[in-house]
């Protein structure tokens, strides 16, 4: 274990409440690891933050070109922080590529840490620069503030003598890096040092070798004067004492299932297809054997679900995971859940569509699939998780309501969400709502008939699984005979049984909680109605624009099928309703349809998340016109 | 998740009756489907499995409305999907005796693909295979199993479409278990039915099965009586291939091909002749080339009906429930293990 150390404090330390940090360079560089061991040491710190990795949708593009540059990008901060930031503060550049890719996003006067070695004829010629004009020399960057640093150069030097060959020695520039900013934001070392120990105790060398580097990044910032001017910044840690993880939206959606399981004392079973960006879900479950879990990578989407479809007829917890095309694969299986009336979760995590479209950026653009995508009148209910942490709640409800309503439930998240990190209080598993499967008890011969369409006053039907004696009894797509389950064409039956499905939906609404606001006033000028993971950018925004003293509410919608009871006299409050979606307006046709009145829509198709700055810009028009 | 009670010493015994349901079977007349619901039935005693542990999934086809005759669990699902439902029952409840019913359009069409890869992954089902070389519920288009030349509603012209030779397609996918049985021939379709129930693995049953509306006498070169001695070889393990009316053809390997050798004339004895080996991988996938049509090949090779293979290999479910065991060697997850999980860590 190295022993703590400290900067000297010939330099002036300026607090700060957040920044915004990316780590750019090719994706070979290990910005992914760089960022996500700055991420876990802002968090064991005790700072609030937020993460977003941005990869290349191409494995390895060619090395030094735009298209292979790889970005970790994170907001930390004194007080909460729901995005990874808009723009960043600090760029960390580790080539001409990663600098060209994404200059635009930084903040005019934002600090740019640059490693020259990637800035070499070569660098530029790839990344587009003329080589004649050196964008770390000439007028491109005068709106920001530059530091060159030779961190390959540096590395080298301090790890000389450490035993590694020279290739090796190259790998460790990124924890230069790290150690640099370590040093500039007044942050400990000793996570990166611990984790660096457990990956390689078995090989001294390596660990201390990394650990040399970090250190020799540490002190680079102290001993040289080029940071004289800007001096270093602190972040003073706001997290309640506790215990935390950190977890990705994909992550807390597999956690989210298995935690459902176990609470219902259900075998959790997975059939899935990998697809971008839900694989981890997958992953993820595969790893959760302990807790019982069975995962079936399937041979395609179809199989995906109807695997589930047979665990769920089974007595499983079953539940599937996919994105928009997988989704459109799995429609057909879908329109049988809901005929079988059997618990199901499907959780689709959202893409830039149509097609292939988009797949490593995130869209909310599935919404109106899942509400209508089906043959024959088929409704279902629908859930969307609004963060990363939010994806275990939302995950772990449509769970709920799966199980206790027996019916399939898509459950919504993004490929921004999936992705994106924050820290998440250790949840008790007393805490969470109970779920209780209403299995038929066994039979004896001279009991009434079993009736497998015999429904509650909820409209929900028994859940008889095989294995149960006396009720051995057959269920299929063709339309069933109300209570008996029997096939039946007759018409008065087929009207009655669509009836009773879309009413059984319905009555989910008596189940959930009613819509609540967010942030802002219980009446006023303008509602901002949100789903899915543009809470971040809508709750800063909203913040903002209160400080400002705009009349303006946020809520965010988590239960989009049924709607929550109060909806439409919740938005019945406020002279304008704004609906702001990654689609092309897909909400809000449904807010239109239900409740006859015309909210104002606004939306972004870029394969990007929403931004704070844009939603403020869009509130302050709509206030304005007011 | 209900306690199982495998035991049916308490109960009275079973027979093929308590298997019905009560529902009225809505085949066609004549339909080589019934024969088989009867087999189905008349086997079910013999398994020692309580009805309650038995279910029967299949997909979409005239075959496809098994189970609702069957007094078992059931779940008649959606067009070539009845594998992959069948697979996630079995991967989640391995203690039950599963079922599948399916067709030729079914299985090797729309579901071809779930076909393959249930086949190679070797879950315990029990497929029933029945192929009538014709699409019948959707009114007499041909099948991927049609053979060359027919006429029907959709190649008016006939069939340019290669067949598909199920044996074959069974074997190059990995399937440890492969039978062929007439619908006909109840005994034999009921003793292989009972074989496959108890091989461990994928049991794939392909029963060549008449449709009397849309494709009639598709089999009759292997069924009619004058003729079916000739056609037909019935393999059984550790017996020689012999066939024909007056069991005086045999079948005999030359190198790796087999050649049809009159036992009559007394230059080859029995002893000379292939003697089948159920767990003989090489010979099976020959045995599975036995696929001409005596109507159009001369010097044919009979068509060999019974069990091709049976290879004893650990199953999907199986091998899944070891690695979960393995997992939980040191205790099952509880769900404060989980939701703490392993990273998580403290501020004070």
Same mark, same amino acid.
């Given at each position: 274990m190295s022993e703590p150390i400290s900067s000297t404090s010939k330099f002036t330390v300026t607090p700060k409440t957040s920044v915004s940090v990316l780590f750019a360079g090719d994706s070979g560089d290990g910005m992914q690891l760089t960022g996500t061991q700055f991420a876990n040491t802002v968090a064991v710190y005790g700072a609030d933050l937020n993460t977003f990795p941005n990869f290349p949708s191409e494995i390895r593009a060619p090395a030094g070109t735009i298209a292979g540059v790889s970005g970790f990008q994170l907001q930390f901060g004194s007080k909460p922080v729901y995005t990874p930031g808009a723009k960043f503060d600090v760029m960390i550049a580790m080539n001409a590529a990663a600098l060209k890719a994404n200059l635009k996003d930084l903040h005019r006067g934002g600090i740019i840490i640059a490693c020259t070695e990637g800035f070499d004829e070569k660098n530029l010629r790839l990344a587009g620069y003329n080589p004649e004009a050196h964008p770390l020399e000439d007028a491109t960057l005068s709106n920001y503030i530059v530091f060159p640093v030779p961190v390959l150069q540096l590395t080298r030097e301090a790890l000389r003598d450490s035993g590694l060959s020279a290739k090796e020695i190259d790998r460790c520039k990124n924890m230069f890096i790290l150690g640099l900013l370590y040093w500039l934001y007044s942050l400990p070392i000793e996570t990166t040092v611990n984790m660096l120990h457990a990956k390689f105790g078995k090989n001294g060398t390596v660990a201390e070798a990394n650990i040399r580097a970090i250190k020799a990044g540490y002190f680079f910032g102290d001993e040289t004067e080029i940071f004289a001017n800007l001096g270093r910044f602190d972040i003073s840690p706001s997290k309640q004492h506790g215990t935390y993880r950190r977890v990705t939206g994909n992550e807390a959606c597999a956690i989210g299932l298995t935690a459902a399981a176990k609470k219902a004392g259900l075998e959790l079973f997975l059939g899935s297809y990998p697809i971008t960006p839900a694989t981890e879900i997958l992953q993820t479950l595969a790893k959760m054997k302990k807790w019982g879990v069975k995962t079936f990578q399937a041979e395609d989407e179809i199989a995906g679900i109807v695997t589930s479809i047979g665990a769920a007829y089974g007595g499983a917890l079953a539940a599937t995971n996919t994105s928009g095309p997988g989704l459109a694969l799995k429609i057909e299986a879908l329109g049988l859940a809901v005929m079988l009336e059997l618990p199901l979760v499907v959780i689709n995590v959202q893409r830039g569509g149509p097609s292939t479209g988009l797949p490593t950026k995130p869209e909310q653009s599935d919404l109106l699939m899942a509400m209508y995508g089906r043959h024959g009148d088929a409704p279902l209910p629908i859930v969307a998780a609004y963060s990363p942490v939010d994806c275990f709640y939302t995950t772990y409800e449509a769970a709920r309501i799966a199980i206790e309503h027996m019916t399939p439930v898509i459950c919504l998240t993004d490929g921004y969400l999936a992705l994106s990190s924050e820290p998440w209080k250790v949840e008790s598993g007393d805490n969470l709502r109970d779920i209780n499967p209403h299995f038929s008890p066994e039979r004896n011969p001279e009991d009434p008939a079993f009736l !497998?369409? &015999? +429904? %509650? %006053? +909820?409209h929900v039907r028994p859940w008889a699984i095989p294995g149960t004696k006396g009720l051995e009894h057959r269920i299929g797509g063709l339309e069933k005979q109300h209570e008996t389950g029997h096939v039946s064409t007759d018409p008065d039956n087929h009207e009655l049984m669509t009836r009773l499905r879309a009413e059984k939906i319905e009555k989910i609404a008596d189940s959930i909680p009613l819509q609540t606001l967010d942030? $802002? !006033?219980? &009446? $006023? %000028?303008l509602l901002i109605l949100g789903w899915g993971s543009s809470y971040g950018a809508i709750k800063t925004a909203v913040e903002q624009a209160l400080e400002k003293g705009f009349s303006v509410a946020h809520a965010h919608l988590r239960y989009m099928n049924p709607f929550p009871k109060n909806l439409g006299e919740l938005m019945g409050n406020y002279k304008k309703v704004l609906i702001p979606e990654n689609n092309y307006g897909q909400l809000v046709h449904l807010i239109r349809d239900k409740y006859l009145f015309a909210p104002v829509s606004f939306t972004k198709v870029k394969g990007l998340p929403f931004n704070e700055m844009e939603i403020l810009e869009k509130i302050t028009d709509l206030i304005k016109e007011h | 998740m209900t306690d199982i009670d495998t035991s049916l010493a308490s109960r009275p015994p079973l027979t093929a009756k308590d298997f019905a349901s009560d529902q009225e079977p809505k085949w066609c007349p004549g339909c080589g489907d019934h024969a088989v619901l009867q087999q189905l039935k008349n086997v079910m005693p013999e398994l020692g499995v309580p009805p309650e542990n038995i279910v029967f999934i299949s997909g979409i086809g005239c075959s496809s409305r098994l189970p609702y005759y069957m007094a078992t669990y059931g779940v008649h699902g959606i067009h070539g999907r009845a594998l992959p439902m069948a697979s996630g029952l079995k991967t989640s409840r391995p203690e039950l005796s599963v079922w599948v019913a399916t067709g030729d359009g079914d299985a090797l069409s729309i579901g071809g693909n779930h076909f393959i890869h249930t086949l190679r992954r070797n879950i315990d089902l029990n497929v029933v295979l029945f192929n009538n070389e014709i699409y019948g519920l959707t009114k007499g288009q041909y099948s991927p199993t049609t053979k060359v030349g027919l006429k029907t509603v959709t190649s008016p012209s006939g069939v340019i479409d290669h067949p598909f030779n199920t044996a074959t397609l069974t074997l190059g996918a990995g399937g440890t278990f492969f039978a062929r049985a007439m619908d006909r021939d109840g005994k034999f379709l009921r003793s292989i039915l009972a074989r496959a129930a108890g091989h461990k693995g994928t049991s794939l049953v392909e029963i060549y099965q008449n449709c009397p509306i849309f494709n009639n006498s598709a089999f009759a070169a292997f069924a009619g009586q004058e003729n079916k001695d000739e056609t037909t070889v019935y393999v059984e393990h550790g017996m020689p291939l012999v066939f024909g009316k007056f069991r005086q053809k045999g079948i005999k390997l030359n190198g790796s091909t087999p050649v049809v050798v009159d036992l009559?004339?007394?230059?080859? *004895?029995? *002893?000379e002749l292939w003697i089948h080996d159920e767990h003989d991988t090489f010979k099976a996938n020959l045995l599975a080339r036995f696929f001409d049509d005596p109507l159009t090949v001369e010097n044919f090779l009979p068509r060999p009906f019974g069990i091709f293979y049976a290879e004893d290999r650990l199953t999907y479910e199986d091998a899944l429930e070891a690695q979960i065991e393995v997992a939980q060697e040191l205790g099952e997850g509880t769900l404060e293990d989980l939701l703490k999980g392993d990273n998580s860590y403290i501020i004070k």
């Open positions: !497998p369409y &015999k +429904r %509650d %006053d +909820r942030n $802002g !006033p219980e &009446k $006023g %000028d | 009559f004339k007394g230059d080859v *004895s029995e *002893s």
